[in-house]
């Protein structure tokens, strides 16, 4: 039997945050979209991502109309901890760059937005399968899929976002021939914890020690989010919740200055491997790629999320000019635009992490403690760590 064909202006593959953000922004300017999904709706709402957001990010949802709950349920915060054994610096991104984050998983903004899409009325299509991107090159591609249901379709279209992360078919529906991979793995990991206990801190603490970083993260007043560097061959069955809480004690500073951590249940823990993984060009006649199925980067600068809405905003604006307003420069322009943020991030990402993580031998150490003394005494230096981790312009 022949596929059920439909078509729509753009076909959105992935509806993690970037792909629900996209489709909510084209919506907003009159162009529709259908949002295809290999993982059920709860699947996505139950993952645990990113948490911090930049200026820029939640400027973006506040213009979108889905940033009212950011603002009453986030936490707003002016800058965070440097620290190393026997000190802690905080630097405040607002008076170096007058500039905020917040802290809001990215769990609240993918439900913000699904919440955003069922409201519109667009057709999205969960727990797809056999996702095929055809005709790319042509002025009409097609998307075919087998939905829910088990039937065959077909959507026609005149664009297609490759929102679907690393691990979708999208990107590797562009030739080799005209693509380029560039990879660098980090001989480290990080256990990540989820723990039911009031944050021990206001703001994050990044911390470097001989043991290996630390972090003390959050997700809410009541529920805090830690990480420890560890190998990226460790098994997570060596690590009960009593030997993360000590390292966590120890590489943290318990004690250090009156400062103390506080231990609590662990609601979940697992290892994750860090890379960086940058995807050129990120448009191939009609598809355009954007968050993780086009980069990756490591956590330590909290841009993944960041770079995703940054991509999407871009592409939100080329696709409006294009499909609606006949305009095609700034589609023309995306894969370069959106590239010199990326490189930028993917740089600040790489830089965060070779600061904070332990490797080599003591020469090593040396210069790691030396750097963060720098960004710490430093106006200079901390202004720039505050400007790219606070967030660039959407348009850098």
């Not at 002025?139 to 979708?168: K, L, M, N």
């Not at 940054?310 to 322009?333: C, S």
């Amino acid at each position: 039997m022949a596929a059920l064909s439909e078509s729509t202006p753009v076909v959105v593959v992935g509806a993690g945050p970037a792909g629900l953000l996209l489709a909510h922004l084209l919506d907003l300017e009159g162009v529709d979209s259908v949002l295809l999904e290999a993982r059920s709706a709860d699947y996505v709402l139950s993952r645990i991502r990113a948490g911090v957001l930049e200026s820029s990010t939640v400027e973006l949802l506040d213009a979108a109309g889905v940033g009212d709950r950011l603002r009453r349920e986030g936490m707003e915060h002016r800058g965070i901890y440097l620290q190393w054994p026997e000190e802690r610096h905080h630097l405040d991104f607002v008076g170096l760059v007058g500039r905020s984050v917040w802290i809001y998983g990215q769990t609240e903004v993918t439900k913000d937005l699904m919440q955003a899409r069922q409201a519109a009325g667009q057709a999205s299509y969960y727990e797809v399968s056999d996702v095929s991107l055809h005709g790319l090159e042509s002025d009409r591609p097609t998307v075919r899929f087998v939905d829910f249901d088990g039937v065959g379709r077909e959507i026609a279209a005149r664009a297609v976002a490759g929102c679907d992360g690393f691990h979708g078919p999208s990107r590797p529906s562009i030739p080799d021939r005209v693509q380029q991979i560039w990879e660098h793995g980090y001989p480290y990991a990080w256990l990540g914890v989820l723990a039911d206990v009031a944050p021990s801190t206001d703001e994050l603490i990044y911390a470097w020690h001989p043991d290996g970083f630390a972090l003390h993260s959050m997700r809410s007043e009541t529920v805090s989010r830690l990480y420890l560097q560890v190998t990226p061959d460790d098994d997570i069955a060596n690590w009960s919740d009593d030997r993360i809480w000590e390292a966590l004690a120890a590489r943290l500073g318990d004690g250090q200055n009156g400062w103390h951590l506080t231990a609590g249940p662990v609601l979940e823990k697992g290892i994750l491997p860090m890379r960086s993984f940058v995807a050129t060009p990120m448009r191939h006649g009609r598809l355009f790629l954007a968050g993780d199925a086009a980069h990756i980067v490591p956590p330590a600068g909290a841009k993944g999320l960041n770079l995703a809405a940054a991509d999407v905003a871009l592409l939100a604006r080329a696709l409006v000019a294009w499909l609606r307003d006949g305009r095609t420069e700034l589609a023309d322009a995306y894969s370069d635009t959106a590239l010199r943020r990326v490189w930028r991030c993917t740089h600040f990402s790489w830089w965060m992490t070779n600061m904070l993580h332990r490797y080599g031998g003591d020469f090593d150490a040396q210069l790691q403690l030396a750097q963060l003394r720098w960004v710490a005494r430093s106006d200079a230096a901390a202004a720039a760590l505050a400007e790219n981790y606070a967030g660039l312009p959407i348009g850098y």
